[in-house]
């Protein structure tokens, strides 16, 4: 599933380059438990809702952060955690983009 989230996050171009944008699933996860305080202009200066139009090195910058907020359950507030599921999918995405890049903390 992660391989898989991991090479829909990438779609070619007409010009063969590879445009990233965020998978549907993940996207809702983020859109859901994150966005409310993370988006342009938000807390920690992370906007969750425009990753796709962040440099490379910034949205793996950020990647890497979400990762460690879903290890250590410390973001979103315990009430409003994802469930079992959402944080499968968004964790099996975040993990396959930072090995992707080799850019896994």
């Not at 992370?46 to 907020?69: C, F, M, P, V, Y």
């Not at 410390?74 to 080799?102: C, Y």
Request: net charge neutral; with cysteine; glycine share 8%.
């Amino acid at each position: 599933v992660a391989l898989l989230l991991a090479s829909a996050a990438h779609a070619c171009s007409a010009d063969g380059s590879t445009a990233f944008a965020v998978p549907k699933e993940a996207r809702a996860v983020l859109a859901t438990h994150c966005a409310d305080c993370h988006s342009e202009g938000g807390k920690g200066g992370i906007d969750a809702s425009s990753l796709d139009k962040l440099k490379l090195g910034d949205r793996l910058g950020t990647l890497n952060e979400i990762q460690d907020q879903l290890c250590y359950k410390m973001l979103p507030p315990r009430s409003e955690q994802p469930g079992a599921a959402e944080a499968r999918v968004l964790a099996g995405w975040v993990r396959a983009e930072l090995r992707l890049h080799k850019a896994s903390k």
